[in-house]
């Protein structure tokens, strides 16, 4: 492999780890607090969790190591998509290993779950992991997203784990991935396997997070990256003065993205999923307002903006939910077949027509030709339209495009209107962590290890306090129990993570609906510009903007 001069300068980095972790192992010691319970169902949730659910939550604190000496054979996987600092994480847990006790092993489990099932790992050493350090990807060991969620998985996963001599598993990865963690850390207690389970909280879309998850690592590096990217078209934009962008950013259950890329760059338009649901705005709305911002600067002499479209904002406009559930039903089971037997769109467009209610094939029939053929592409492993491959941002421009038609047939608009567009997903979830990321991962993969070493199992590994200097971060641990509700997954009901979305309520959005009218017509572009490695503390080592909202 090549090594770029970024790369090998990375190497040098020695990440921070909160005050508490750095005065070594022997002089770690555990504080408990109050015992926890689930956020909603803690009646359903205590019933499946009997072994694990309720544990108080932990905070490690300097003083004396009070933890049983024992050799520690542990494996980790990465699970579900990337995001940067996953290779920290690691780095991280091999360090306190090895610090503990040399002769402590660290097995790495290929292509994520499917590495557990089928017993097919690396053994860690020191060369090994001196070649990921501060480094994006999940290409250590790969990852997938095959779910451990039967009992027939735990016990080919308990299996293997006996026969490598394992006492611990760490699970890396997102809601989906840390219920799984949650589940297979019961199955083990309950089988008195004596494996323990941690999970890491990670995702880019920043939904795994609450009052004691403060943000899952990967966001901070993926909205810089965005941003920058961001910034790069408004200063184009602001240049050319012919444009209007519009740029769809990953996060499809919430809005996380988007929120914080506005706050970065403060583009003209920035649309908010969890509001378009609360004011059940409709697809015309949602138009008419970004045309309202089109039409106002075009009368400043400004035929130029920057849209963001958070990738999953069509499930949040009520009709088009509807819609969506319509067609999940029309396609049900082999019904989907005979669509795709179908000779022509006509032929196509027909069956549709007949299949949907009248009102939501008004909603169907306002869409551009190729949005509409979005909807009927190739359906989810669960049957359903995947909603992540509607290019939404040209839905919206072409909206738009339609309403300023109307606009200058009745004289009230006279601008030009040339919309582009983006898509900004990939582009982010493999970057160079940032200093917060690799920073924050490291301590997460360091904490994970103490808490194996202190004997606890279905925990999620905690850093809080993360808007100060990482000497006053908090590492700790929570029970993953704590995060769950029921929710209602294929027919059935189920324990999972409950997601969180951007609360309307809160400081961040706050202050975003106290600037947008004026951004909207303003030219009011910040450009972030690339994320800093090295120099003064106040560039290299920023938070996101929505932490320093959050805890001022």
């Not at 996380?256 to 999923?273: F, Y």
Request: proline content about 4%; overall charge negative; glycine content about 8%.
């Amino acid at each position: 492999m090549n090594l770029s001069p970024l790369q090998k300068a990375r190497y040098e980095y020695s990440p921070k780890l909160p005050g508490m972790l750095r005065n070594g192992i022997a002089e770690i010691c555990v504080k408990e607090g109050a015992d926890t319970q689930s956020v909603a169902d803690q009646d359903k949730i205590k019933a499946l969790f009997p072994n694990t659910y309720g544990k108080k939550e932990i905070t490690f604190e300097k003083g004396q190591n009070t933890s049983v000496a024992k050799k520690q054979v542990v494996g980790v996987i990465l699970s579900g998509g990337q995001a940067p600092g996953g290779h920290n994480v690691i780095t991280g847990l091999y360090d306190a290993l090895k610090a503990t006790n040399p002769d402590n092993v660290l097995y790495g489990f290929k292509g994520g779950p499917d590495g557990l099932l089928k017993n097919d790992y690396v053994v860690f050493d020191d060369a090994f992991i001196d070649a990921y350090r501060n480094t994006g990807g999940f290409d250590i060991i790969g990852s997938g997203r095959t779910k451990l969620e039967t009992k027939e998985q735990f016990a080919i996963v308990a299996e293997n784990a006996k026969q490598n001599g394992l006492t611990a598993i760490v699970i890396i990865g997102g809601d989906d991935s840390n219920t799984n963690a949650a589940t297979l850390a019961e199955y083990m207690a309950a089988n008195n396997t004596g494996i323990q389970v941690i999970g890491c909280p990670k995702t880019i879309d920043g939904d795994l997070k609450n009052e004691d998850i403060e943000a899952s690592f990967g966001f901070d590096t993926a909205t810089k990256t965005y941003s920058e990217l961001i910034g790069n078209i408004e200063r184009d934009a602001n240049s050319a003065k012919k444009y209007w962008h519009f740029i769809k950013v990953m996060g499809r259950s919430a809005s996380h993205v988007a929120l914080e890329c506005a706050l970065e760059t403060q583009p003209n338009i920035c649309l908010v999923g969890e509001e378009v649901k609360e004011k059940k705005m409709s697809l015309s709305s949602i138009a008419n307002y970004i045309a309202d911002s089109v039409e106002k600067r075009a009368a400043n002499g400004d035929n130029f903006g920057v849209a963001i479209i958070p990738e999953g904002i069509v499930e949040f406009v009520p009709e088009f939910s509807v819609l969506i559930a319509e067609i999940n039903e029309l396609l049900a089971g082999s019904k989907t077949d005979a669509f795709n037997a179908l000779p022509s769109w006509n032929d196509k467009y027909e069956f549709i027509k007949n299949g949907l209610t009248p009102a939501s094939f008004a909603v169907f029939d306002l869409l551009p030709v190729g949005i509409q053929q979005q909807l009927f592409l190739e359906r989810d492993p669960h049957g359903n339209v995947q909603v992540s491959l509607i290019e939404s941002e040209k839905l919206f421009s072409a909206l738009v495009k339609d309403e300023l038609a109307k606009r200058k047939a009745a004289g009230t608009y006279n601008g030009k209107f040339s919309p582009l567009h983006h898509f900004f997903g990939y582009e982010g979830r493999c970057a160079f962590p940032s200093n917060f990321d690799a920073d924050y991962c490291y301590s997460l993969g360091y904490n994970a290890f103490m808490l194996i070493q202190y004997g606890y199992t279905g925990y999620l590994s905690k850093v809080s306090n993360l808007s100060k200097p990482a000497e006053e971060w908090v590492a700790g641990g929570m029970p993953i129990t704590k995060m769950m509700n029921m929710e209602r997954r294929n027919g059935e009901d189920k324990p999972v993570i409950r997601k969180a979305l951007v609360e309307l309520d809160g400081k961040p959005f706050k202050y975003f609906e106290a600037h947008r009218d004026a951004w909207a017509v303003e030219t009011a572009f910040t450009y972030p510009g690339a994320i800093q490695y090295y120099g003064p503390s106040e560039v290299c080592d920023l938070t996101t903007r929505t932490l320093a909202l959050e805890q001022n």
